[in-house]
């Protein structure tokens, strides 16, 4: 692999998916409309989160109209909900989680297969054609990395690193305690390090 791709770590990282698409001080402003009925809520869910979901989605269906009907099925359950937990963008990851999961099986039912982790939802610099070609390849060279390891240890690695989520909020989204999220991390970063050769 060319020094070129940067390493991985369990480092915190830049919470992208709290960009200005969903800060996470937000989230407590999106539940309390949502809670009070609020006609403006569901703006203001759209706003907030719908990049976020639209990536995350993308991430299991790789199909970005089937990705754009999932989210809007995902807010119209939330908005529907009667029961919305404080940990609100957890619980939103989880719900989406679960429907693209769902999706899935129903996919799998008509004999279509799952692909790894998609390269393009990594951030690229636009600065110049020889920086492109020179990611491009890294990019390719990660999805062949990331196309052997097993499906959970892809969606943990896109929980962390693509969505920006926190270990506490992967261990919300995957019902499991949050020192097996870190376990699993550290394991999944391991095992692309050394298929990496270091």
Not at 124 to 140: I, K, P
């Amino acid at each position: 692999m060319s020094n070129s791709t940067p390493p991985l770590s369990d480092a915190p990282t830049p919470n992208r998916g709290a960009s200005a698409s969903n800060p996470p001080d937000m989230s407590h402003s999106v539940l309390t409309r949502l809670r009070s009925g609020d006609p403006d809520a569901g703006r203001l869910l759209d706003e907030l989160y719908r990049s976020a979901m639209l990536r995350f989605c993308l991430g299991y269906l790789h199909d970005p109209m089937e990705s754009e009907d999932a989210v809007q099925e995902i807010f119209w359950r939330v908005l529907r909900s009667d029961a919305l937990p404080d940990n609100f963008r957890p619980w939103l990851y989880k719900v989406a989680r679960n429907h693209c999961i769902a999706v899935l099986r129903e996919r799998k039912r008509h004999h279509a297969d799952r692909n790894p982790l998609p390269t393009e939802s990594i951030p690229m610099d636009e600065s110049g054609n020889l920086t492109r070609l020179v990611r491009a390849e890294a990019q390719h060279q990660l999805a062949d990395l990331l196309a052997q390891l097993s499906i959970d240890e892809n969606e943990l690695l896109r929980l962390r690193y693509t969505e920006g989520l926190s270990r506490k909020e992967i261990a919300d989204v995957m019902d499991e305690p949050e020192s097996v999220i870190k376990s699993r991390l550290f394991e999944a970063i391991e095992k692309l390090r050394k298929l990496a050769g270091g």
